[in-house]
C-alpha cells in the first residue's frame, strides 16, 4: 500500500516571496508518478505539476517547481513569487497502478 | 481537451431516498473512472474504481451495495447512493483517466454536494 504524508496542514506566505510545500510519500513500486493538486474553494481539482519518478530532473512549470529526492521519498512543491490566487489547499498525491493517494492537504493563505 | 463533467453540481434529498450522481468525460475516452468522498476539511478518500464494462473494485470499508457504481461506456459513469442517511453528505469527486494517456493522470470533474437531511 501507497501512503502520502504532508506535515503542515496550514502555511502562509507574502504576496511575492517564496513557499515549500512539504511531503513524504512511501511506496513498494519501482514504477510511479506524483502530483501537486490544487484545490481553490470552487473545490475543482487542479493539476499544479507532476513528477515521473524514473526522471532524476525535478519537474518544473512556471512558478512552480519541486524537489524530488527519490532515496528519501521526499516531493516537497516550491512556489515562486506567490500570488493572491495561489491561496488554496494543496494535494500532494502517489500514482502506481491506476491507484492515486493523496496527502491530508495543507491550506497556503497568501497575504498581500 | 481532459474535461470530465458531474451532475448535479449539487443535490439535497431527504433521508431514505436514492440519488444518483453522473460523471461523463467529454473529450476522451475514459477506460477508468474514480470516485471518492471528500469530508469538510479533509482530503479525497478514494471509494471505488470502475472500468468501462467491468464491475467496480471497491476500497475497504466502502458498502457496494450502499454505493452502486455503473461504468456503462468509456464516457459515463454513475453513482448512485442509495437510501441516503445525514452521515452520507459530503462533497463526491469523480476522475477520469485513459490508457490512450498513459493512464496514470487523473482529469477530475467539478464535484456534487450531496445534503441529505
Known amino acids: ?112 | 481537451g481532459a474535461v470530465v463533467s458531474q451532475h448535479p453540481s449539487w443535490v439535497i434529498c431527504k433521508s431514505g431516498t436514492s440519488v444518483k450522481i453522473e460523471c461523463r468525460s467529454l473529450d476522451f475516452q475514459a477506460t477508468t473512472m474514480f470516485w471518492y468522498r471528500q469530508f469538510p476539511k479533509q482530503s479525497l478518500m478514494l471509494m471505488a474504481t470502475s472500468n468501462e464494462g467491468s464491475k467496480a473494485t471497491y476500497e475497504q470499508g466502502v458498502e457496494k451495495d450502499k454505493f452502486l457504481i455503473n461504468h456503462a461506456s468509456l464516457t459515463l459513469s454513475t453513482l448512485t447512493v442509495t437510501s441516503a442517511h445525514p452521515e452520507d453528505s459530503s462533497f463526491y469527486i469523480c476522475s477520469a483517466s485513459s490508457l490512450a494517456d498513459g493512464g496514470n493522470e487523473q482529469f477530475f470533474g467539478p464535484g456534487t454536494r450531496l445534503t441529505v437531511l
Request: aromatic content about 12%; hydrophobic content about 30%; charged content about 20%.
Open chain 1, 1 to 112: 500500500a501507497q501512503t502520502v504524508t504532508q506535515s503542515q496542514p496550514e502555511m502562509s506566505v507574502q504576496e511575492a516571496e517564496t513557499v515549500t510545500l512539504s511531503c513524504t510519500y512511501d511506496t513498494s513500486e519501482s514504477d510511479y508518478y506524483l502530483f501537486w493538486y490544487k484545490q481553490p474553494p470552487s473545490r475543482q481539482m487542479i493539476l499544479v505539476i507532476r513528477q515521473e519518478a524514473y526522471k532524476q530532473q525535478n519537474a518544473t512549470e512556471n512558478r512552480f517547481s519541486v524537489n524530488f529526492q527519490k532515496a528519501a521519498k521526499s516531493f516537497s512543491l516550491k512556489i515562486s513569487d506567490s500570488q493572491l490566487g495561489d491561496a488554496a489547499m494543496y494535494f500532494c498525491a502517489s500514482e502506481q497502478d491506476n491507484d492515486m493517494r493523496f496527502g491530508a492537504g495543507t491550506r497556503l493563505t497568501v497575504k498581500p
